[in-house]
């Protein structure tokens, strides 16, 4: 069994960000104010490993901001405050959050030499229109530029997408998960848009300049993109901003922000599976009793928030009855569905 991992987070808002896009409030979506220094990540290091079992394979990880595009000395700075945790094998590796437009082959060959593992690369669009009305300050050209130096290397590349930015579509969303797709990270992460307040894109929001993202459109969306990635066998680690208190206290002042935003995009996938199955098995005569089996621990996740895939199926096929059986040797994570005989319990 491979040791549990541990990720020591120290959160960077607006690090060295050479851009203020229409979306970003890092203070906001991070909670965190402080700027760090050798000595904070040195305090937050301390901190943690007091709770972290020996035997963990533990990781720092600089989360928001841009860390490549401050100096090279700060990024020195900040990375060296690590190295001596590493030298005693108390962390085992460290990554980080940059843009395409701040990464080069000696800023990467400064990364590797302080035991950095992970790049996670914020391409949040592959499409220049996306990109433009967002105010990235860079290009699809400049995402792929940035992936090929990286894949050059043995570090780790995590790209993260964002949808329902300005101009986007869901057209636009499923061409941006091809593309990425095509460039074969190690894994994604996906981060539907929150309007966050004190950003443009709020002030875009109230004068009726941009239409808001709901939960809704992006549960649909990322039911469609996610399952891209998983037949193309990339791990999406992440769906949805990670709920903070100031988040939930009002900062998040609409679009695709859902504590349970996972589970729903998981729920909806499960509902376009049973409706395939049902299509395939019984075309227009749908038996009125039906058993689904899903696997260990996916009981609720398949039947929905209210049973709303439960009553969905219903409705729509006329079914009477509906039995969710969980088959524990299937495990929750494959997405395993069976339907079976009423009468095959």
Do not use: W
């Given at each position: ?31 965190q ?14 901190k ?92 699809q ?67 009726g ?27 999406v ?14 900062a ?73 059986l969980?088959?524990m ?12 005989k009423?009468?095959?319990?």
């Amino acid at each position: 069994m491979r040791p549990k991992r541990y990720i020591i987070p120290v959160f960077v808002p607006h690090l060295g960000c050479p851009h203020n896009c229409v979306f970003c409030n890092q203070r906001r979506i991070s909670g965190q104010v402080r700027p760090q220094t050798a000595q904070t990540v040195k305090e937050e290091i301390e901190k943690a490993l007091p709770r972290i079992p020996d035997e963990a394979e533990t990781e720092l990880a600089f989360y928001g901001g841009s860390f490549t595009a401050i100096s090279p000395s700060q990024q020195e700075e900040l990375l060296g405050a690590v190295r001596p945790y590493i030298r005693e094998n108390k962390i085992k590796s460290i990554r980080l959050s940059t843009r395409p437009d701040c990464m080069d082959r000696e800023t990467v060959e400064r990364l590797l030499s302080y035991n950095v593992k992970t790049v996670e690369l914020g391409v949040q669009s592959l499409d220049d229109e996306v990109l433009r009305l967002s105010e990235r300050g860079h290009s699809q050209a400049d995402a792929v530029r940035a992936v090929g130096i990286i894949r050059q290397t043995n570090l780790e590349l995590i790209l993260q997408m964002m949808t329902g930015l300005p101009g986007d579509t869901a057209d636009k969303a499923v061409a941006t998960a091809e593309k990425i797709i095509e460039l074969k990270p190690d894994g994604v992460r996906i981060y539907p848009t929150v309007i966050v307040k004190d950003t443009p894109l709020y002030d875009m929001y109230l004068e009726g300049r941009y239409k808001e993202h709901t939960v809704e459109d992006a549960v649909e969306i990322c039911s469609v993109i996610v399952p891209m990635f998983r037949k193309a066998g990339i791990p999406v680690i992440r769906l949805g901003l990670n709920p903070t208190e100031e988040l939930s206290g009002g900062a998040a002042a609409g679009g695709a922000y859902h504590p349970a935003l996972g589970q729903m995009v998981e729920s909806r996938i499960y509902l376009k599976k049973a409706e395939e199955i049902v299509k395939e098995t019984f075309g227009g005569s749908v038996p009125d009793k039906l058993i689904f089996e899903v696997g260990r621990g996916q009981k609720s996740t398949f039947i929905g928030q209210k049973r709303r895939n439960v009553l969905e199926l219903r409705d729509k096929y006329g079914i009477r009855e509906i039995k969710v059986l969980e088959n524990m040797e299937e495990s929750g994570r494959s997405q395993y569905l069976r339907l079976k005989k009423y009468n095959d319990e």
